[in-house]
Antibody, heavy 119, light 111 residues
Framework: EVQLVESGGGLVQPGGSLRLSCAAS????????MNWVRQAPGKGLEWVSY?????????YYADSVKGRLTISRDNAKNSLYLQMDSLRAEDTAVYYC???????????WGQGTLVTVSS | QSALTQPASVSESPGQSITISCTGT?????????VSWYQQHPGKAPKLMIY???KRPSGVSNRFSGSKSGNTASLKISGLQAEDEADYYC???????????FGTGTKVTVL
């Protein structure tokens, strides 16, 4: 069974940093492309970032987070990460780890971790 | 790139059918047969219901079906049931930058 479990969310002040983690199990993590998707309270889904499989050499970001958020992966630990710097109030959201199905679509999601940016 | 456009809400009685539209552009929905649909109950993670416009993952009821014409994709739910009450989001591959564009979301209410 595919499982994605996020952690690392919490309350942080504007301008602060946070590192999210996603522990994957039930599939060969290194073979899959991965994403982070977020959902602000009461709002819709917003794609945040993508990393390619294996070496993770291809990375994309949404314009709204470029230069402030950094995606990475550790295949040996079956883990996906999102380093979040220079956080703003508008970054407040539930952050989901989401697996690509190998054909340009997302098939599995974690349960999400809440990031709140507030003073 | 803007979000795909969906109706904010749709309501119908049990047993009836509804169709949710998802309108994009030639840069996303119109260019790729890579539209997916997700169901999200309150406080829960999204669940894949339709992928590649028309395909259903194993375990998803055949009451759910998808289609596409031009820049607009659609999700049809037949024989509405109480458990179908949820938010629904469409999503399209957008070529890489951004990789995906999501719809604005539709709240489905079963009267």
């Amino acid at each position: 069974e595919v499982q994605l479990v996020e952690s690392g969310g919490g309350l942080v002040q504007p301008g602060g940093s946070l590192r999210l983690s996603c522990a994957a199990s039930g599939f060969t993590f290194s073979s899959y492309e991965m994403n982070w998707v977020r959902q602000a309270p009461g709002k819709g889904l917003e794609w945040v970032s993508y990393i390619s499989s294996r070496s993770g050499s291809t990375i994309y970001y949404a314009d709204s987070v470029k230069g402030r958020l950094t995606i990475s992966r550790d295949n040996a630990k079956n883990s996906l990460y999102l380093q979040m710097d220079s956080l703003r109030a508008e970054d407040t959201a539930v952050y989901y780890c989401a697996r690509d199905n190998g054909n340009y679509q997302i098939d599995y999601w974690g349960q999400g971790t809440l990031v709140t940016v507030s003073s | 790139q803007s979000a795909l456009t969906q109706p904010a809400s749709v309501s119908e009685s049990p047993g009836q059918s509804i169709t949710i539209s998802c309108t994009g552009t030639t840069s996303d929905v119109g260019s790729y047969n890579l539209v997916s649909w997700y169901q999200q109950h309150p406080g829960k993670a999204p669940k894949l219901m339709i992928y590649e416009v028309t395909k259903r993952p194993s375990g998803v009821s055949n009451r759910f079906s998808g289609s596409k014409s031009g820049n607009t994709a659609s999700l049809k739910i037949s024989g509405l049931q109480a458990e179908d009450e949820a938010d629904y989001y469409c999503c399209s591959y957008a070529g890489g930058r951004p990789r995906y564009v999501f719809g604005t979301g539709t709240k489905v209410t079963v009267l």
